[in-house]
Each structure stands twice: as C-alpha cells, then as structure tokens.
C-alpha cells in the first residue's frame, strides 16, 4: 500500500508561487506514475501534471503550461509542484497521485493512490 502526503498549500494573492510537496511511502518501486490533479468547488477532479517515475516525462494541463514545474526527487520518493504566477482560477484543492501505469496517464481513472489533498486558495 502507498501513502501519500502532501504538504505546501495555502492562501496567496494573484502573482505569488507556491510549492506543493507529495511524499510516498512504501513499495515506491511499485509506482510507474506520479501527478497532480486539482478540484475547484463544484467543478470535476481535473488533470494538472504528470512525471514518469523512472523516465522522468513530464506532461502539463494547458491552463498551466508555462506556470507550474513537476519534479521528483527519487532518492525521497517526494514529487513537487512549483506553481509560479498563480491565478485566481487555480483556487482548487491539489491533490497528488500514483498510478502503477508507467505512460504517464492523465486521467484521474489511472491512478489507484491519492493523497488527502491540500488547499490553495488564490485571491485576486
């Protein structure tokens, strides 16, 4: 079983960065996936970023190209998300996830691990 912490969010003013962080626990060798994925008050669980464990690919949602850098650190089995330029629309609840899959799936259906999430609240 993985566990998933996350760390990092809060509230901001539109232009700041934050840093979120996703620490995994137990049997990392069994996790091909990691992402970020984000829920904003009645909308749907939307995908934000993905990394491949081991291959390091990286794939960005297109309202955060440009703003948001995934990275991993391996030796900590610990994923970031460094979110610069935030936006008043990025206000969501973050949550991080692993999927066993290792293609780097985007859809929330793929990745059987979540973590609790954490807020970011950005104001305008």
């Known amino acids: 079983q993985v566990q998933l912490i996350e760390s990092g969010g809060g509230l901001v003013q539109a232009g700041d960065s934050l840093r979120l962080s996703c620490a995994a626990s137990l049997r990392i060798f069994s996790i091909g996936t990691m992402g970020w994925f984000r829920q904003a008050p009645g909308k749907e669980r939307e995908f934000v970023t993905v990394?491949?464990?081991?291959?390091?690919?990286?794939g960005y949602a297109d309202s955060v190209k440009g703003r948001f850098t995934i990275s991993r650190d391996m030796a900590k089995s610990t994923v970031f998300l460094q979110m610069n330029s935030l936006k008043p629309d990025d206000t969501a609840v973050y949550y991080c996830a692993a999927s066993t899959l290792q293609w780097g799936p985007t859809a929330a259906m793929a990745y059987h691990y979540w973590g609790q999430g954490t807020q970011v609240t950005v104001s305008s």
């Open positions: 990394i491949t464990w081991n291959g390091g690919n990286i």
